[in-house]
C-alpha cells in the first residue's frame, strides 16, 4: 500500500533556548508557524511536570494560534490529563517521564503499566484526542496498547541512532519488525527520538511507518541554516527514502 510518510516536528528545545535567558525570544509558537510553513505536517511539544522547556502557556498559544495538528506529549498523571482535556490537542502520546533524565530515555513500559494506563487512554478516547504510547520496539508492549485501545504507537529509534555497524543493522530490524506488527495487530506506526540527516533514511523507508517526530536536531541543525531550511531538508531525505520504497 502506497503511504505519505508525515513529519511532525518538535518545538520543545526552541523553548529550552528561551528559557535559558528567560524572556520570550526565541518563541516556540514562532517556529511551530516557521514548520508550518516548511511544509510540516503536525507540530509535537512536550509539557514535563517541571516545565523544563514547553510551558502551559506555549500550549495554550498553540492550540489557538497554530493551524496544524498538535501532538501534545504527557506523562500519565492527573496533572496532565487535565490540560490534555482542557486543550484538546488532535493527539496525545504518553511517554516515561523522570525529573533527572536530560529527555527522554526509552519507551513506556505499557505492558507493566496497563492498569495504570488504562484509564487514561478511555477518558482521552473519550474527548477524541487520538492516543498513542512512546514505546521500545517490541511485540509485548505493541500487544499491551492495542489491548488498552490506544489507536498509535511510536516506535523509540533511539538505540538505532545511537548505534554503529551491525548493532545499527540489529536495531534497525527490531523497527521494522515491530513496524509491520503494529499494521499486522491494526496499530497506526510513528516513530521519533535522535533521528538525523544520516539517520532518516533507513527509518523513512519503512513502509509501515506512517510519521517520524523529529525535534531537537532540525533546532540545533537550524542555528546553521535556519529552521525552516532544516526541516525542508529533512522532509526531502524522508520523501526521497519513501520513494524508494512505493
Same mark, same amino acid.
Given at each position: 500500500?502506497?503511504?505519505?510518510?508525515?513529519?511532525?516536528?518538535?518545538? &520543545?528545545?526552541?523553548?529550552?533556548? *528561551?528559557?535559558?535567558?528567560?524572556?520570550?525570544?526565541?518563541?516556540?509558537?514562532?517556529?511551530?508557524?516557521?514548520?508550518?510553513?516548511?511544509?510540516?505536517?503536525? #507540530?509535537?511539544?512536550?509539557?514535563? =511536570?517541571?516545565? *523544563?522547556?514547553?510551558?502551559?502557556? &506555549?500550549?495554550? *498559544?498553540?492550540?489557538?494560534?497554530?493551524? +496544524?495538528?498538535?501532538?501534545?506529549?504527557?506523562?500519565?498523571?492527573?496533572?496532565?490529563?487535565?490540560?490534555?482535556?482542557?486543550?484538546?490537542?488532535?493527539?496525545?502520546?504518553?511517554?516515561?517521564?523522570?525529573?533527572?533524565?536530560?529527555?527522554?530515555?526509552?519507551?513506556?513500559?505499557?505492558?507493566?503499566?496497563?492498569?495504570?494506563?488504562?484509564?487514561?487512554?478511555?477518558?482521552?478516547?473519550?474527548?477524541?484526542?487520538?492516543?498513542?504510547?512512546?514505546?521500545?520496539?517490541?511485540?509485548?508492549?505493541? &500487544?499491551?496498547?492495542?489491548?488498552?485501545?490506544?489507536?498509535?504507537?511510536? +516506535?523509540?529509534?533511539?538505540?538505532?541512532?545511537?548505534?554503529?555497524?551491525?548493532?545499527?543493522?540489529?536495531?534497525?530490524?527490531?523497527?521494522?519488525?515491530?513496524?509491520?506488527?503494529?499494521?499486522?495487530?491494526?496499530?497506526?506506526?510513528?516513530?521519533?527520538?535522535?533521528?538525523?540527516? &544520516?539517520?532518516?533514511?533507513?527509518?523513512?523507508?519503512?513502509?509501515?511507518?506512517? =510519521?517520524?517526530?523529529?525535534?531537537?536536531?532540525?533546532?540545533?541543525?537550524? #542555528?546553521?541554516?535556519?529552521?525552516?531550511?532544516?526541516? *525542508?531538508?529533512?522532509?526531502?531525505?524522508?520523501?526521497?527514502?519513501?520513494?524508494?520504497?512505493?
Amino acid at each position: 500500500m502506497k503511504r505519505v510518510l508525515r513529519l511532525g516536528v518538535n518545538i &520543545d528545545h526552541v523553548a529550552t533556548i *528561551r528559557n535559558a535567558r528567560g524572556g520570550g525570544h526565541p518563541d516556540p509558537v514562532d517556529a511551530a508557524a516557521v514548520a508550518a510553513k516548511a511544509g510540516a505536517d503536525g #507540530i509535537t511539544a512536550h509539557l514535563r =511536570e517541571d516545565r *523544563r522547556h514547553i510551558s502551559d502557556a &506555549d500550549i495554550d *498559544r498553540l492550540s489557538r494560534e497554530i493551524n +496544524l495538528p498538535l501532538n501534545l506529549e504527557m506523562a500519565a498523571t492527573p496533572e496532565m490529563l487535565e490540560v490534555a482535556l482542557g486543550h484538546q490537542p488532535h493527539a496525545a502520546c504518553i511517554v516515561p517521564e523522570k525529573r533527572q533524565e536530560r529527555t527522554t530515555e526509552g519507551g513506556l513500559d505499557v505492558v507493566g503499566g496497563s492498569a495504570h494506563l488504562a484509564s487514561y487512554v478511555e477518558a482521552l478516547n473519550r474527548a477524541g484526542i487520538r492516543v498513542s504510547f512512546f514505546v521500545e520496539p517490541e511485540a509485548a508492549q505493541l &500487544d499491551a496498547a492495542r489491548a488498552l485501545a490506544a489507536p498509535v504507537v511510536e +516506535l523509540h529509534t533511539g538505540a538505532y541512532c545511537n548505534a554503529k555497524g551491525a548493532e545499527r543493522e540489529r536495531q534497525l530490524g527490531r523497527i521494522r519488525e515491530a513496524a509491520a506488527h503494529a499494521e499486522d495487530i491494526g496499530l497506526e506506526c510513528h516513530a521519533g527520538h535522535g533521528l538525523t540527516y &544520516d539517520s532518516v533514511g533507513p527509518i523513512a523507508a519503512i513502509p509501515t511507518i506512517v =510519521e517520524l517526530n523529529i525535534g531537537h536536531f532540525l533546532v540545533g541543525e537550524a #542555528i546553521f541554516c535556519g529552521l525552516e531550511q532544516s526541516i *525542508r531538508h529533512m522532509l526531502e531525505l524522508m520523501n526521497a527514502a519513501r520513494g524508494r520504497v512505493q
